[in-house]
């Protein structure tokens, strides 16, 4: 087995209060010239503000570009070049969900090397970028830490995965308490991302040591506290185990790679706006369970961490028990499929090859125990639609 190549930001603060030491590490740093990216809701409910008062304080200056869209697109990364170019910045502050935080890491290739986003699209790699340094607000995307972006292209609404050490911010500050906020819908869209995160990167092709005993805290962590997140959005305990949970996962698949759920969701987002963290917990329990009896033995050790089947169970027992326990979590979240997100049947029915071909071009199929073909993408496409 080859060596396992593992990338982190150089630093990561995490726990309560941590995103107020920003002015700390632009100064660990050596930066002193940062654009703050983030999207309106956080520019209109002070988050923005806050987080800029112990620079203003300072004397550090910090415009904001707060036009940041869900599934940003190469407009939006445009229009946050075009005001970064205007000015003399060193880096950039990231705030928001993976929306914010995979535009600054767009910009800051863009405003690097010049040229276009799908310059830089898979199979390319991204080596070098301006700093950016990240401060999710959402506990899910685990974008803080990853060394990819994915930005559709407006022309063609493909969504690009971009990959490559330029895109692992320089610092992540992890603050739980910036999801205390977080509507239930969010919570729960963005902690099942989370959980697909650590599921995918245990089962991976590409998994390795040190992303498995992560990928199982996590697991364990999302499946003790996502429900109470939810269900009593003002519990801190729960709160904090997810955001920390979501950073984790986040570390999991940038160091091992996620699989088909997440490259059979960049096309719904992509084709019919679906949030992302939402595609994936729409995919999630039939992907599984079309893929469970490739890994048995992987499968179940997830089941068994997250308290869905006893030492006792054989692995074929407790893969299918997790199956089960996948289906129940998103029942009890009141995840939607297509048809109740609001989907025309007849658009998702004409365009499954699409879907497929965009799948398989991401990539992460590959990764998956079972490889699936273009038929089985079609085929598994329909068992979501009818599920």
Same mark, same amino acid.
């Not at 071909?357 to 496409?381: C, F, H, K, M, W």
């Given at each position: 087995?080859?060596?396992?190549?593992?990338?982190?930001?150089?630093?990561?603060?995490?726990?309560?209060?941590?995103?107020?030491?920003?002015?700390?590490?632009?100064?660990?740093?050596?930066?002193?010239?940062?654009?703050?990216?983030?999207?309106?809701?956080?520019?209109?409910?002070?988050?923005?503000?806050?987080?800029?008062?112990?620079?203003?304080?300072?004397?550090?200056?910090?415009?904001?570009?707060?036009?940041?869209?869900?599934?940003?697109?190469?407009?939006?990364?445009?229009?946050?070049?075009?005001?970064?170019?205007?000015?003399?910045?060193?880096?950039?502050?990231?705030?928001?969900?993976?929306?914010?935080?995979?535009?600054?890491?767009?910009?800051?290739?863009?405003?690097?090397?010049?040229?276009?986003?799908?310059?830089?699209?898979?199979?390319?790699?991204?080596?070098?970028?301006?700093?950016?340094?990240?401060?999710?607000?959402?506990?899910?995307?685990?974008?803080e830490v990853t060394r990819a972006a994915v930005i559709t292209d407006t022309l063609t609404q493909e969504k690009m995965l971009c990959m490559g050490l330029g895109l692992v911010p320089v610092a992540a500050l992890v603050d739980f308490e910036l999801t205390l906020s977080m509507p239930r819908r969010l919570t729960a869209d963005t902690g099942l991302d989370s959980l697909c995160h650590a599921l995918e990167a245990y089962v991976?092709?590409?998994?390795?040591?040190?992303?498995?005993?992560?990928?199982?805290?996590?697991?364990?962590?999302?499946?003790?506290?996502?429900?109470?997140?939810?269900?009593? #959005?003002?519990?801190? =305990?729960?709160? @904090?185990?997810?955001?920390? &949970?979501?950073?984790?996962?986040?570390? !999991?698949? %940038?160091? /091992?790679?996620?699989?088909?759920?997440?490259?059979?969701?960049?096309?719904?987002?992509?084709?019919?706006?679906?949030?992302?963290?939402?595609?994936?917990?729409?995919?999630?329990?039939?992907?599984?369970?079309?893929?469970?009896?490739?890994?048995?033995?992987?499968?179940?050790?997830?089941?068994?961490?997250?308290?869905?089947?006893?030492?006792?169970?054989?692995?074929?027992?407790?893969?299918?028990?997790?199956?089960?326990?996948?289906?129940?979590?998103?029942?009890?979240?009141?995840?939607?499929? #297509?048809?109740?997100? =609001?989907?025309? @049947?007849?658009?998702?029915? &004409?365009?499954?090859?699409?879907?497929? !071909?965009? %799948?398989? /071009?991401?990539?992460?199929?590959?990764?998956?125990?079972?490889?699936?073909?273009?038929?089985?993408?079609?085929?598994?496409?329909?068992?979501?639609?009818?599920?």
């Amino acid at each position: 087995m080859a060596p396992a190549s593992i990338h982190l930001p150089r630093i990561l603060r995490i726990g309560a209060g941590a995103s107020a030491t920003l002015l700390d590490t632009l100064s660990e740093l050596g930066l002193a010239r940062p654009l703050l990216v983030t999207d309106p809701f956080l520019a209109e409910c002070g988050f923005a503000e806050r987080l800029l008062q112990p620079l203003m304080r300072a004397g550090v200056a910090c415009p904001v570009f707060a036009e940041c869209v869900p599934d940003p697109t190469t407009d939006s990364v445009a229009a946050c070049l075009s005001q970064l170019r205007s000015g003399d910045f060193d880096c950039l502050v990231a705030l928001g969900g993976g929306s914010s935080l995979d535009t600054a890491k767009a910009v800051s290739v863009l405003a690097l090397h010049g040229g276009a986003m799908r310059d830089f699209a898979v199979p390319a790699t991204v080596t070098t970028g301006l700093p950016v340094i990240a401060i999710p607000t959402t506990a899910g995307t685990g974008a803080e830490v990853t060394r990819a972006a994915v930005i559709t292209d407006t022309l063609t609404q493909e969504k690009m995965l971009c990959m490559g050490l330029g895109l692992v911010p320089v610092a992540a500050l992890v603050d739980f308490e910036l999801t205390l906020s977080m509507p239930r819908r969010l919570t729960a869209d963005t902690g099942l991302d989370s959980l697909c995160h650590a599921l995918e990167a245990y089962v991976s092709r590409k998994a390795n040591a040190f992303t498995d005993s992560i990928a199982l805290t996590a697991l364990a962590s999302i499946s003790q506290h996502l429900r109470t997140a939810c269900d009593d #959005p003002d519990n801190r =305990g729960a709160r @904090e185990a997810m955001m920390l &949970a979501a950073t984790q996962g986040g570390i !999991a698949f %940038a160091n /091992a790679s996620v699989t088909l759920i997440h490259g059979m969701s960049r096309p719904l987002g992509a084709l019919f706006h679906v949030p992302h963290g939402l595609s994936n917990a729409m995919l999630l329990p039939e992907v599984t369970a079309w893929s469970v009896g490739h890994a048995p033995q992987r499968y179940a050790e997830c089941a068994r961490v997250m308290g869905l089947a006893q030492a006792r169970d054989s692995d074929t027992q407790a893969a299918d028990r997790l199956v089960a326990g996948l289906h129940q979590l998103t029942a009890d979240l009141e995840v939607p499929g #297509p048809r109740a997100w =609001g989907i025309a @049947e007849e658009h998702w029915f &004409a365009n499954l090859d699409t879907m497929a !071909a965009q %799948a398989l /071009a991401s990539g992460s199929p590959g990764n998956n125990p079972r490889v699936p073909e273009a038929t089985d993408i079609v085929a598994l496409y329909r068992r979501v639609w009818a599920a």
